[in-house]
């Protein structure tokens, strides 16, 4: 007899076995014959047949014969009887000897309990076969098997099942418990294969309403296309929103948002309480631009030329702007370090940010920040409130048009402090390069990048702004003009834009330099060239008046001035000529420029008090005290004098106020000038902190002040030694007309003015 190892087989007596040819051949060495008998034994695991023992199979096993060997490699046998398997060995030749006996079984299942139960098993197959596109086939070999083994046996293949699982059902002795195992086996998974196909239906079902969805999708955007095109004055609301966010290019963030928010827009309807809400953030953020611009070579001849033919003079101005310009055409970026123009009103600082856009080629938008106190002015408003809107450097951005502006932050240092919040806190995200790439307006509650936009800020002072605000930012000084360089500026800028502006045409008006010059000197008081710019409209309109009464031109001369002008000559601070002691000219920084301030002082009989007046401020008053101090020091016999008067310390234009530490020099000289008798010539100023051991320390605004003691008629000054460097920021103009001596203490300065602390005779008042 064969002996033939089987593997996760389903084994019963009385079924059709079927097994492979090649098996057989394997196992015997030969070709199986009809009618051969053969014994089926079950292996725990596929083993090499030189590897089988007697724990490699099951212990029990099958008798069986050979029905029929098929053409196709395939051959059919009939079990029988179970066996008990006794021993296992292997011959020298590699065959399995087995010593096995028949197994009884407890025949207690009627044929017909049998046959229902067969039956029924046969129903619930059909009734599955019928719902199979190949159940025909199928059916017809269901009716050749006539029991619940047979059944099970044809089923095997197709049933994951466990060894253990199969074993059990041929171990079984009792047919009738038999029986169960195998109803069980063939409902349980004929019960999965149902499920397994009712979730491939419904998940096919899915898959095809998906695909008709999108199709369907394809299909309505495509004639509603076809319709745009067609009628694009009837394109709803709606639609154009739908279009203008798919066609944005927005980041994630912004589509999902904007999408939900169009989705609550076509729920809400015409007439809903939040459409009008809803349909204004969906204009703005599609108003935006989200794309990226690329960075574009720049041309740096031609960003010099630009600001050569916008501005005159400005050179050190000029010079940072083109440095900036070449790393940022080097980097190949399109922002780089926040500029902050600081100088008086009229000095170019707002107009210069409209030069650098034109330079680069970039839109230009400004922003102003003066009297700004709510923080909702930069971040925006949330749109739960009602009248919300975005914040002004979101506000800008969408009227750009332009996701990379050069824009012009106007006036930083008149942001206030309000219970709405620190306003110049919110400007710091703005402004920092670490942060502004995410940028987050609490009215678009969504991120927008910020880095591309080249910022440049200007103010007044420096002094108002916060530190931490201020150290993100490159400070860039914007001093007075001269009277040559404004001379220049109204010639070249100024009068050919103002006549433009009137309409008058080449030839209509000339107005002389000498007139220009006048203008200048006494019809202005500034640093910057704003006054001079309304003086050169003035005479702008005055020329019109001329065209339309019939006069084909207007000339401008320095006596005519006062009546086109209509208005007197200013008064400007300018030296006195007659000098007494105890009057010393000092100069000041201001911030529309710089300006003489005259130190007058006058011991009237008291008892020593010190009386100061003019508006001045703590600092300034404190260098008043020090100055006493100091001239007590180095005058020990004008104590006498102190004690027995009261000293009269005023500065002239005492309606405007005050401070700062560098009139401790003038104050000094002045009480020292009033101590000896000796007068300081008018034609004398200067500038300078002092310190109590009698040292000068460098002070700010050197330029300005400078500038303001060349117009005033001042031939000579004393600056401190430490701002001898700064010299070199002030106009040749300025300098060649000024006789400059730099000074280290107070006594360097008495002793040049005449005003000397030895062998002097002290006069009593």
Not at 59 to 70: D, S
Not at 379 to 400: E, F, L, Q, V
Not at 591 to 606: A, D, N, R, S
Not at 618 to 639: C, R, T, Y
Request: a negative charge; hydrophobic letters at 40%.
């Amino acid at each position: 007899m064969t002996i033939l190892p089987t593997y996760n087989m389903l084994l019963v007596p009385d079924a059709d076995l079927y097994m492979r040819v090649k098996t057989y051949r394997e196992v015997t060495g030969r070709v199986p014959t009809a009618d051969e008998r053969v014994t089926l034994i079950v292996s725990r695991e596929s083993t090499d047949r030189a590897e089988f023992t007697s724990e490699s199979f099951y212990p029990i096993g099958l008798y069986g014969t050979i029905k029929e060997v098929a053409a196709d490699g395939h051959m059919v046998i009939r079990t029988s009887n179970r066996v008990d398997i006794e021993s296992v060995g292997v011959t020298p030749d590699g065959r399995l000897d087995l010593i096995v006996s028949r197994r009884e079984e407890i025949d207690d299942l009627g044929a017909e309990e049998a046959a229902r139960r067969t039956e029924a098993a046969k129903e619930e197959l059909r009734g599955f076969l019928s719902h199979q596109p190949w159940g025909g086939t199928a059916r017809a070999y269901l009716e050749t098997q006539n029991s619940l083994g047979e059944l099970a046996a044809a089923l095997s293949p197709w049933i994951e099942s466990s060894n253990e699982e199969r074993y059990a059902i041929l171990a079984e002795d009792s047919c009738a418990r038999r029986a169960e195992l195998l109803e069980k086996f063939i409902y349980e998974n004929l019960e999965m294969a149902k499920l397994s196909q009712e979730a491939s239906s419904e998940r096919q079902e899915d898959y095809q309403k998906i695909y008709r969805e999108n199709a369907i999708k394809k299909q309505l955007e495509y004639l509603q296309k076809e319709l745009d095109e067609m009628h694009p004055e009837n394109v709803s609301d709606l639609r154009r929103l739908e279009i203008k966010i798919a066609e944005s290019g927005m980041n994630e963030t912004a589509r999902k948002e904007a999408e939900k928010v169009l989705s609550r827009l076509r729920q809400e309807g015409d007439h809903g309480a939040e459409t009008g809400m809803l349909y204004n953030y969906l204009d703005f953020l599609t108003s935006l631009s989200w794309k990226k611009e690329e960075a574009r070579p720049i041309d740096l001849a031609h960003a010099e030329a630009v600001l050569e033919e916008d501005h005159f003079g400005l050179k050190k101005v000029k010079d940072r702007i083109i440095q900036q310009i070449a790393v940022m055409n080097l980097k190949n970026q399109q922002s780089g370090s926040i500029l902050l123009f600081v100088g008086a009103p009229g000095t170019g600082k707002t107009s210069i940010g409209q030069s650098i856009a034109r330079a680069l080629g970039r839109e230009y938008v400004r922003v102003s920040l003066g009297g700004v106190r709510d923080e909702a002015e930069i971040r925006g408003h949330r749109r739960t409130y009602i009248g919300a809107m975005p914040g002004r450097i979101m506000d800008a951005i969408a009227k750009s048009g332009v996701s990379n502006p050069v824009m012009v932050l106007d006036e930083v240092d008149k942001l206030s402090v309000s219970y709405n919040g620190d306003p110049a806190s919110a400007l710091l995200e703005v402004l920092d390069p670490e942060q502004n790439s995410t940028f987050t307006d609490h009215y678009m509650n969504v991120p927008y990048d910020l880095s591309d936009v080249l910022f440049i800020c200007t103010a007044n002072s420096a002094d108002t702004i916060p530190e931490p605000l201020l150290n993100r930012m490159e400070v860039i000084q914007f001093q007075g003009y001269t009277p040559l360089e404004k001379l220049e500026i109204a010639r070249k800028h100024l009068l050919p834009k103002a006549m433009q502006a009137v309409g008058l045409g080449d030839g209509a008006l000339t107005v002389t330099d000498e007139a220009l010059s006048a203008v200048i000197s006494d019809y202005t008081r500034e640093a910057g060239v704003r006054g001079l710019k309304k003086r050169m409209d003035t005479l702008c309109r005055t020329a019109a008046v001329q065209i339309v009464r019939g006069n084909d031109h207007l000339e401008v001369t320095p006596d005519k001035l006062r009546e086109y002008l209509d208005m007197n000559p200013l008064r400007h601070r300018s030296v006195r000529e007659n000098t007494v002691p105890g009057i010393v000219t000092g100069l000041a920084w201001t911030p529309v420029g710089g300006e003489i301030l005259y130190i007058e002082t006058m011991f009237t009989p008291g008892t020593g008090k010190v009386i100061v007046t003019g508006q001045l401020g703590d600092v300034m008053k404190e260098s008043a005290q020090l100055a006493i101090s100091l001239v007590k020091h180095m005058f020990p016999g004008s104590a006498a004098m102190f004690e027995k008067n009261d000293l009269h310390i005023h500065v002239p234009d005492g309606s405007t106020p005050k401070d700062g530490p560098s009139a401790g020099v003038t104050l000094t000289t002045a009480i020292a000038s009033l101590v000896t008798g000796r007068a300081v010539p008018s034609t004398v100023a200067m500038t300078g902190e002092v310190s109590l051991r009698g040292g000068v320390n460098p002070i700010g605004g050197l330029p300005e002040k400078l500038m303001a003691a060349q117009r005033a008629g001042v031939e000579r000054v004393f600056i401190p030694e430490d701002n001898a460097d700064d010299l070199r920021d002030v106009p040749e103009e300025v300098r060649s007309a000024l006789t400059i001596e730099p000074v280290k203490t107070v006594g360097d300065i008495l002793s040049r003015c005449g005003v000397e602390p030895d062998d002097v005779v002290l006069k009593a008042v």
